[in-house]
């Protein structure tokens, strides 16, 4: 497991867990019952055993921020953190209306969960063609807002061997941020990790849950110099 992944995720499952039982409002985005933002001051994702957020570990996130500050992107402080991750959050949500994508706020981080109804095919790392609009939508919005880094986790169902699985989640992830990359996304934001079946949202028993749990997780971190 990578140096900090496991905080990152056991921090992450703290979070659902103790935002489970808050106030719940209705997601105009996705159609969703999601936890207030009122309540807990983050919108956290559906599914049991959901991990939302950064899964690289602190080390490699701490390492991209002080390249990109060092090749001149400006890095965030105080309030304009928040505020910054706010406007971002809200255009997002905007273009994105509709289109099967949900947007998660943690904190300052952003987490677009983009599953495999509008992602990939089983044992398949190709985008599909419904897809591009999407991540053109995406490219859109993070090369307005360009001083966070770009996570790209992928994740698969557990069909199959899991040395095959990880092996898939990673290419799936090297593809999202390939296309990115292609719509004109510094690379030097672009973090990928394959993450396999070990973070399902949904049950593996059922076609409706693999394909769930076939997905990519994007998520947006500001960059800040602490």
């Known amino acids: ?21 808050g106030c719940t409002t209705l997601d105009p985005y996705t159609r969703e019952e999601r936890t207030a933002r009122a309540t807990t001051g983050a919108a956290i994702g559906a599914g049991v055993g959901a991990v939302v957020g950064l899964v690289s570990g602190s080390d490699a996130v701490e390492r991209r921020q002080r390249a990109l500050i060092g090749a001149g992107v400006g890095a965030l402080a105080g309030g304009a953190v928040g505020a910054y991750m706010d406007r971002q959050e809200n255009e997002l949500r905007q273009r994105l209306e509709g289109s099967g994508v949900s947007v998660t706020r943690m904190g300052d981080n952003i987490t677009l969960n983009m599953d495999g109804n509008v992602t990939f095919d089983t044992n398949s790392a190709a985008i599909k063609g419904e897809f591009f609009e999407v991540l053109n939508s995406v490219a859109i919005v993070v090369n307005r807002f360009d001083q966070t880094l770009i996570e790209v986790a992928g994740h698969t169902d557990s069909t199959g061997a899991r040395d095959y699985n990880m092996a898939l989640s990673q290419r799936r992830a090297d593809s999202v941020a390939q ?6 996304v510094n690379r030097q934001r672009l973090l990928t990790v394959g993450m396999g079946p070990d973070y399902p949202v949904a049950t593996n028993d059922t076609t409706q849950g693999r394909a769930l749990n076939r997905r990519v997780e994007i998520t947006l971190v500001p960059v800040t110099t602490g």
């Open 179 to 184: 296309y990115l990359g292609g719509q004109q």
């Open 1 to 21: 497991m990578r140096p900090n992944l496991s905080k990152s995720l056991g921090a992450g499952l703290l979070a659902v867990a103790v935002f489970a039982t």
